[in-house]
């Protein structure tokens, strides 16, 4: 599953489409150089609504289905639009969610289970949980996420590092925690760093079903749509061998 964050147009948002990309991201997140307001994330949603297709799949249902082979992407299904939010009240985020008509939330900062319970139950939305590793407790934390309602996929960044930044790192790393979520039914999404150079390399070391990308297909500050199309090529062409499985959400055991 391909995400590409921090789009900022609904020009970009189409290219981003056409590339045959899973998701989009949308940043909301005050401290983010790729916020955008909610008429800019209204006119998004709309450039993609209006180009005639049908509704996108739900972020559980793209894990679940995992990467899509080149000849099977001829007529991709639309990608849904996720919107990035850090240390914003779920009031608030419910009122983007409800404005813009986003599918899906993604809980930077102070991501805790029992806030991302409060993003769910106030939107209804489903939620994508970001953690940064940090050490013996990563295993222990990516679970409690994992277990919590309403979290589809668990983002996993570098360690030490804020959000959007474009630090390489070993993406190994991260393969305790997709190993340990693997039975919850949560896909693993690695973020950081990210480029068509080493995006196959991220999935084998990692073990991830997903990648998240935005500095490495930008050009000037900017969703690059020809680097976007060459990072999903490499992403798509990657062996899949090495993942761990992701069963349904209604079907796997959740926790809280």
């Known amino acids: 599953m391909v995400k590409i964050c921090g789009v900022r147009t609904p020009e970009s948002a189409l290219a981003v489409a056409d590339a045959g990309a ?45 990467s899509y082979s080149l000849a099977a992407r001829a007529e991709p299904p639309p990608p849904a639009v996720v919107g990035i939010v850090v240390e914003q009240s779920p009031h608030e985020i419910a009122v983007i969610a409800r404005e813009v008509a986003l599918h899906g939330v ?38 409690a996420l994992a277990s919590t309602t309403g979290v589809v996929a668990v983002l996993v960044d570098a360690p030490g590092t804020v959000g959007g930044a474009g630090h390489a790192w070993d993406h190994s790393q991260a393969r305790a925690v997709v190993d340990g979520v693997a039975a919850l039914g ?3 999404i690695v ?5 068509e150079g080493n995006v196959g390399d991220a999935l084998a070391r990692s073990g991830a079903w997903g990648v998240d990308v935005a500095s490495g297909v930008e050009t000037a500050g ?18 899949l061998s090495h993942c761990a499985p992701v069963t349904t959400a209604t079907d796997a055991p959740r926790g809280t």
Request: hydrophobic fraction near 45%; charged fraction near 25%.
């Open 191 to 195: 973020a950081g760093g990210l480029n």
């Open 186 to 188: 949560v896909g693993v």
């Open 106 to 143: 993604q809980l930077s900062g102070d991501c805790t289970p029992a806030a991302c319970i409060a993003i769910h139950d106030a939107t209804g939305l489903e939620v994508i949980a970001v953690m940064r590793l940090g050490g013996a407790s990563d295993v222990s934390r990516a679970i």
């Open 22 to 66: 899973d998701l989009i991201g949308v940043n909301f997140a005050n401290v983010s150089k790729r916020r955008v307001d909610l008429t800019t994330a209204r006119r998004i949603v709309e450039s993609l609504r209006e180009r005639g297709d049908v509704p996108p799949p739900s972020l559980a249902e793209r894990l679940r289905r995992g």
């Open 222 to 239: 900017m969703t690059d749509p020809d680097r976007v199309r060459a990072f999903v090529r490499a992403a798509r062409v990657a062996p």
